[in-house]
Structures are given as structure tokens and as C-alpha cells.
């Protein structure tokens, strides 16, 4: 298959996680703009007899929210009206939704937090938990049952301000099998452990696999420490699975790494799995002995791809290696493609226990290099906004520069979204091609105003260079007065087509565009 062609079908590949590309309009002549009306239905499934209850509210969620829990039955979803959650919480072999009610932020009071438990009995699970934050607390799934249990874990915040406590999200597959996704959270603290991430991903007895997707892990220490940003930690008999971590950012220096796939930490009973990193972001803070994005066996494999991350102020960029006193068996498998990476030790390949990893197309800007770099490697300048901010400059030679065909196949095969780590479209620009990096170039925002010069009726030209470019994906949001004194309130329904030469805006209804209408 082409690049051009692959990456044709990928920008028409719905994501993992509900991400799309924005849809064009079918570019059409003035003559026959008419307006339009789309209805988009959607079919629920809900679970059977499901109940919705508010907390605090009716009984038996008119006391605490562990008596809500405990009072509701599998299925039921519970909207938190309140701004504190002052208990811990938990649940042990139930199946609940927790969710902000309209209008409410609740947060966890200092020190409390969130368990979410399992029998050795238990059966099927599923948990869902949204956009409630901590303080000083943690958010704990372990599953031991013999069924599959799932559990969502999005939109949440945890800090941290005491040093004697941990902030951390934990999910943990002793037995059975466990679909995670950990996805959108916020945590700003520390690990809790030497070998413990701030999101953790476990595999200790069970099959794991878990999605760790568009999280922001932040270490507040501008020196090394202990422990991992994001930890996909399999070991012990029994366990294996999928890790696809994708479209994190992870900030500050971290001894064990910034993003570890590990086998075998503390059991030499070996054991395989699957680790998937793409489109991260990792920004050290330059300490000595600080990881980037690492892999670690012990007794059995681990099949690691390294596809467009991208790290900076590390001491070690992106290295794949044994435990110390790991036998000879253990390998690790895979490659390493398309990373920008601006280390003092840029790649690091063990050749004893990964010769089969591959690494190539990659730009790494180091002091040293310890492993050979493919025949398509970069070794210049990433001309990057800044090594805290590593967004590509305009004359960047990470721009188009990626192996679009590895990139592609990597994308679909995993079944990962067709995004940056900005959650912005892949594939800029006339070329098809893709950049190194986590970070996609080639995203442009103007602001535009309705004027007797560059509107006809219902229509409004573009006159930004960057409106002229057919294969753009057009977002336009109204805005009332861009920042300026009065405005123009602009109502009708509007969309967006390709006339020929430029993007052009257009009022579905047919009435006339305002004079003097804003939009970003």
C-alpha cells in the first residue's frame, strides 16, 4: 500500500475513543447553497432497570455516599450534587457509574479517596467513574474475580500537599480479565513508591488490558525522583495483556521513567505481554540519571512499540533493556520509529536482551549515542518552540519527516486514534505525510470578520492565506466581538465549503450575512 494511500484510509478511520477529524461540507457553486438541517441520532443501550439517583437526595442517598452506594443496586448511576465528598469510598463487587450532577465539581476532602474492590468470586464488573477530584488521595481498582470486569476512569484531578501522603491512580488484574481505561485525568504530586507510577497499569495474576489515554502527569519536583510517571508493571504467573499508552503528557525527572513498560519487577516467573506507546509527550527537568520512555524485562517478553513520542530534558531518551541479573531468555521485541528525542543519551537498544528491536526515522538530538541509529535517522537540531514546550517551529526537520507507512499500520493494527498529542489530526497537508514527534505541524487559527469586501449574501470569504488550502479541516466557532467594544450577534445556523480557490462560510438559512460577524 502507498503512504498516500494508507494514510487516505486512516483520516476516514474513527478513533478508539470517539476522536474524529472534523467533517467537510461537500464543496458546492453559490448558486445552489440552500440550507441544510442534520439530525444525528444516537441509540442508548442502557443496562436493564438501571436507576439514576442524585447524592445527597432520597434515600437511601439522603445520609453518605457510601450509604448511596450500598442502597443502589448493579447498574444504577449516581450524580453527586455536592461540592465535598468528606468519607473514603467504596466499592466492592458492585457496578456503579459516579458522576458530577449538572452543575456540580465535587471533590474527595483532603486524604480521602476511592477503592474499587473485588471478590475471588466475583463475576462480570463494570464501573465508571467521572470528573471528581482529590485532594491528598488516590483512586484504587483491583479485580480478582473469575469474570471480566470493566472500568472507565476519566476526567479526574488528584493533588498532592501533604509529603507523607500519595496521589495516585491504581488498576490492578489479579485474576480474570480487565478492561481499563484511564483516560483524560490530571495528577500533579509524586509517585508513591520507588517503583510505582502516578498511573499505573497492573497486571499481577490476570490479563490487562489498559488504555492510558491524554493524561497530564506532573512530578512538582525539579529534581530526580523516584518512581514513574506512567508504569505498565506485568509480572507474576498468570498475567498478560495490552498496555497502549497514547497522547500523554508527562512532565518532570523520574528515576525508574517517565514511561515504563516493565516485565517481571519482583517475580522471575516470566511472563509476555504487549506495550504500545504513541504520541506521548515527556519533559524532564534535565536531572542526572533521569528516564525518558523505557522498557524493562526480567524472565519472559515484552512486544514494545515506540511510534512519535516525544522527549526532552531527559539523561536517557528512550532505552529498552534487562533488570539487572535478568537471564539470557528475556527479550525485548518491536521497534522504536519516529521519535524526537533531545537527550543527553538519546537511544539505547541492549543488545543482549532486545536484538531483534529495531529503530529508525527517528530524530535524536543527543550528546551521545550508545546504540547505532537507522539509516533514515535525524542527528540535527529539532528546532522545537522550546525543550519545555516541544512543539515544532516552522523549519523543523521533524515536518513530514516520519515513516508514514509504519506510523499508519501502527495506528490501525492497534486500533489508537488518528490524533496528535494535542488531540489535533494527524496527516497535515498536501503531502499525506506525518511528522516526527507528538506533536503534528501544519494547525493554523485566524480570526475573520463578515466585510462588504468579502461577502455576497449568505457567504463570507476567508482571505487568510491558510483559508486557500483545500485538504484543511475547517473549524469555525462565532464569536460576538473578538475582544472589541460591541459586536455583531450572528445566530443562523452556519457551515463551511471549498468554493473554488478558498474556504468560504456560509448562513444555511439562506439570510444574509451580518456585516461585521466574528469568527475564530
Known amino acids: 500500500m502507498e503512504e498516500k494511500e494508507l494514510l487516505t484510509v486512516l483520516r476516514t478511520c474513527p478513533s478508539a475513543l470517539g476522536h474524529e477529524s472534523p467533517q467537510e461540507v461537500t464543496p458546492m457553486p453559490r448558486s445552489i447553497v440552500r440550507p441544510s438541517l442534520a439530525v444525528l441520532a444516537f441509540a442508548l443501550a442502557g443496562v436493564a432497570h438501571a436507576t439514576t439517583y442524585t447524592w445527597p437526595g432520597a434515600a437511601p442517598c439522603d445520609v453518605t455516599l457510601q450509604a448511596c452506594v450500598n442502597g443502589t443496586t448493579n447498574g444504577d448511576r449516581i450524580e453527586i450534587a455536592s461540592a465535598t465528598i468528606n468519607e473514603d469510598v467504596s466499592l466492592f463487587d458492585a457496578d456503579r457509574t459516579l458522576t458530577p450532577a449538572a452543575g456540580f465539581h465535587p471533590a474527595f476532602g483532603p486524604g480521602h479517596s476511592l477503592s474499587i474492590t473485588s471478590s475471588a468470586v466475583s463475576g462480570d464488573r463494570t464501573v465508571a467513574v467521572n470528573g471528581l477530584s482529590f485532594n491528598d488521595g488516590y483512586v484504587f481498582f483491583n479485580y480478582r474475580g473469575v469474570g471480566t470486569a470493566h472500568v472507565d476512569l476519566r476526567n479526574l484531578t488528584l493533588t498532592r500537599n501533604v509529603l507523607t501522603t500519595s496521589n495516585y491512580i491504581l488498576v490492578t488484574a489479579e485474576h480474570g480479565t480487565v478492561n481499563a481505561t484511564v483516560y483524560n485525568n490530571r495528577i500533579v504530586g509524586f509517585p508513591p513508591g520507588d517503583f510505582k507510577g502516578m498511573i499505573t497499569l497492573a497486571a499481577h495474576g490476570g490479563t490487562l488490558n489498559g488504555d492510558a489515554y491524554f493524561n497530564h502527569v506532573e512530578c512538582v519536583n525539579g529534581t530526580l525522583t523516584p518512581g514513574a510517571g506512567i508504569l505498565a508493571d506485568y509480572a507474576g504467573t498468570g498475567s498478560g495483556g495490552t498496555a497502549r499508552i497514547f497522547g500523554n503528557e508527562v512532565r518532570g525527572s523520574f528515576g525508574f521513567g517517565s514511561i515504563v513498560g516493565s516485565e517481571g519487577l519482583g517475580d522471575s516467573n516470566g511472563i509476555s505481554f504487549n506495550a504500545r506507546a504513541y504520541s506521548n509527550v515527556v519533559v524532564g527537568t534535565g536531572a542526572l540519571d533521569s528516564n525518558g520512555i523505557r522498557y524493562l524485562v526480567n524472565a519472559g517478553t515484552i512486544s514494545a512499540q515506540t511510534v512519535q513520542n516525544t522527549v526532552t530534558r531527559v539523561d536517557t531518551g528512550l532505552s529498552a533493556g534487562p533488570y539487572s541479573g535478568a537471564p539470557a531468555p528475556s527479550r ?92 489535533l489530526r494527524r496527516a497535515k497537508g498536501a503531502s499525506s505525510a506525518v511528522d516526527i514527534g507528538a506533536y503534528e505541524y501544519g494547525d493554523f487559527t485566524f480570526e475573520h470578520t463578515a466585510t462588504s469586501a468579502n461577502t455576497d449574501g449568505q457567504i463570507t470569504d476567508f482571505a487568510n492565506p491558510a483559508g486557500a488550502s483545500p485538504t484543511a479541516k475547517l473549524i469555525a466557532t462565532s464569536n460576538f466581538n473578538v475582544g472589541l467594544d460591541g459586536g455583531v450577534l450572528y445566530s443562523a445556523p452556519y457551515g463551511v465549503y471549498f468554493d473554488t480557490s478558498r474556504w468560504a462560510l456560509f448562513s444555511q438559512d439562506i439570510s444574509d450575512m451580518p456585516i461585521g460577524a466574528h469568527f475564530d
Not at 517551529?393 to 515513516?403: E, F, G, L
Open 332 to 423: 525485548i521485541t518491536g521497534l522504536m520509529s519516529s521519535n524526537l528525542v533531545q537527550a543527553v543519551a538519546g537511544l539505547y537498544i541492549d543488545p543482549a536482551h532486545a536484538p531483534a528491536m529495531t529503530n529508525d526515522y527517528n530524530l535524536i538530538n543527543a550528546t551521545y549515542y550508545p546504540t547505532a541509529l537507522g539509516a533514515h535517522s535525524i542527528t540535527a537540531d529539532a528546532r522545537v518552540v522550546s525543550a519545555a514546550y516541544p512543539r515544532l517551529s516552522a523549519d523543523s526537520p521533524a515536518i513530514d519527516s516520519a515513516d508514514a507507512t509504519t506510523v499508519g499500520f501502527g495506528i490501525i493494527f492497534n486500533m489508537l486514534p488518528v490524533l496528535d498529542a494535542d488531540g
